[in-house]
C-alpha cells in the first residue's frame, strides 16, 4: 500500500523547465521504481533503480537512488507539453516482497 | 514481447452484484499483484499471487478475492458490490523475484452504481 512521502503533490510550470520530484521512507529500500501515468491508463515503468547511489537516465528523465537506501528522485529536463501526467514513486523494502507507492506528483507543463 | 492485458476496461455495476476482472501476465512473469486506485486514496495493494499461490495480502475485506491460474493469468473477484468500491482496478506482472520491476496493465475501470 501508500507508505511512501513523495513530494511535490503538484507542479505547474512553464514549458522548457526543469523537474524534481522526490520520495522518502522511514525504511530501506532495495528497489526505486519511477511510473508516469496519464488519465485513463495504468502507470508505465520509467526508470528502476537497484543500488545505493545509482543514478539512471531515461532520455530526459533522470532517477537516482538515495545512498541511505531511504529516499530517491525524479529529475526532468527541459520539460514538454506531453510531460503532463502524474507521476508515481514505488519501492520494495528490503525484507519484505510488497511494493510501496507514493501518492504520486501531478506534473502540468504550461506551452 | 505483448504487454500486460486487462479485460474488461470498462464496467458498470449495481449495488449488491459481484464482477470478475481478469488481468494476463506478461509472458514468463509468474506474479501478479491488484491494486485500487481512487482519487482520494491512490493506489492501495490487494493482493500478489505467484506460482498459483497467494503470496502477500493488503488490507482489503473478504470481498475481494482473487485466483491465479497455471498459465499465470489471474482474476479478481469482488462480491456484493459497494458504491465505494467504484475505482481503477490496476494488475501489474513481474517475475515476481525480489526487487523485480512491477508492469501495469491499463485497468478496468470500475463503477458502482
Known amino acids: 500500500g501508500q507508505q511512501l512521502n513523495q ?4 507542479m505547474f510550470i512553464q514549458e522548457g523547465e526543469d523537474v524534481s ?3 522518502t521512507s522511514s ?3 532495495n528497489t526505486w521504481l519511477w511510473y508516469k501515468q ?10 528502476a533503480l537497484y543500488k545505493a547511489g545509482e543514478l539512471t537516465s531515461n532520455g530526459r528523465l533522470t532517477a537516482q537512488f538515495g545512498i541511505t537506501r531511504k529516499d530517491s528522485f525524479l529529475n526532468i529536463s527541459a520539460s514538454i507539453p506531453s510531460d503532463v501526467g502524474i507521476y508515481f514513486c514505488a519501492g520494495q523494502p ?11 506528483t501531478r506534473l502540468t507543463v504550461k506551452p | 514481447k505483448a504487454g500486460v492485458t486487462q479485460t474488461p476496461r470498462y464496467l458498470i455495476k449495481t449495488r449488491g452484484q459481484q464482477v470478475t476482472l481478469s488481468c494476463s501476465p506478461i509472458s514468463g512473469h509468474r506474479s501478479v ?3 485500487q486506485q481512487t482519487p482520494g486514496q491512490g493506489l492501495q495493494f490487494l ?3 505467484f506460482s498459483e499461490t497467494q503470496r502477500n495480502k493488503g488490507n482489503f475485506p473478504g470481498r475481494f478475492s482473487g485466483r491465479q491460474f497455471s498459465n499465470s493469468r489471474s482474476e479478481m473477484n469482488v462480491s456484493t458490490l459497494e458504491l465505494g468500491d467504484s475505482a481503477l482496478y490496476l494488475c501489474a506482472s513481474s517475475t515476481g523475484l525480489a526487487g523485480a520491476e512491477q508492469y501495469f496493465g491499463p485497468g478496468t475501470r470500475l463503477t458502482v452504481t
Open chain 1, 94 to 104: 528490503y525484507n519484505n516482497n510488497d511494493m510501496r507507492f507514493g501518492a504520486g
Open chain 1, 21 to 23: 520530484m522526490n520520495c
Open chain 1, 27 to 29: 525504511s530501506i529500500f
Open chain 1, 7 to 10: 513530494s511535490p503533490q503538484s
Open chain 2, 47 to 49: 493482493f500478489e499471487y
Open chain 1, 38 to 47: 496519464e488519465p485513463g491508463e495504468g502507470p508505465v515503468l520509467l526508470i
Open chain 2, 33 to 35: 499483484s491488484w491494486y
